[in-house]
């Protein structure tokens, strides 16, 4: 069984940033991604690796958050810099079988899921 742990969390001023980790129990060959979902809001995807360590971003994210993994640990990573005040959401990560694709895939495509971490960027 495929398990998700989110860790990180937390309030941080604009512009500032903040480390969200996913401790997992598996890797090779799932896809991993972060998803985000503010109040009233459709979950929406943040960033993705697929099973050829191939990442997308989300267009709103790009440039400021870096995804990452250590296999060694297997520990997928989202470094926020410069985050802003709609950054502001439960973070989720999640897994499932997938093949590689150059966008970051729709929430249905997760059979498995974190419980989530909040994030509160205040201006």
């Known amino acids: 069984q495929v398990q998700l742990v989110e860790s990180g969390g937390g309030s941080v001023q604009a512009g500032g940033s903040l480390n969200l980790s996913c401790a997992t129990s598996?890797?090779?060959?799932?896809?991993m991604a972060w998803f985000r979902q503010a109040p009233g809001k459709e979950r929406e995807g943040v960033a993705s690796?697929?099973?050829?360590?191939?990442?997308n971003y989300a267009a709103s994210v790009k440039g400021r958050f870096t995804l990452s993994k250590d296999n060694n640990k297997n520990i997928l990573d989202l470094h926020m810099s410069n985050v802003e005040p709609e950054d502001t959401a439960m973070y989720y990560c999640?897994?499932?079988?997938?093949?590689?694709?150059?966008?970051?895939?729709?929430?249905?495509?997760?059979?498995?899921w974190g419980q989530g971490t909040q994030v509160t960027v205040s201006s």
């Open positions: 690796i697929d099973s050829d360590g191939k990442i």
């Open positions: 598996i890797f090779w060959p799932y896809c």
């Open positions: 999640a897994a499932d079988i997938c093949r590689p694709t150059p966008w970051i895939p729709p929430p249905t495509d997760f059979a498995h």
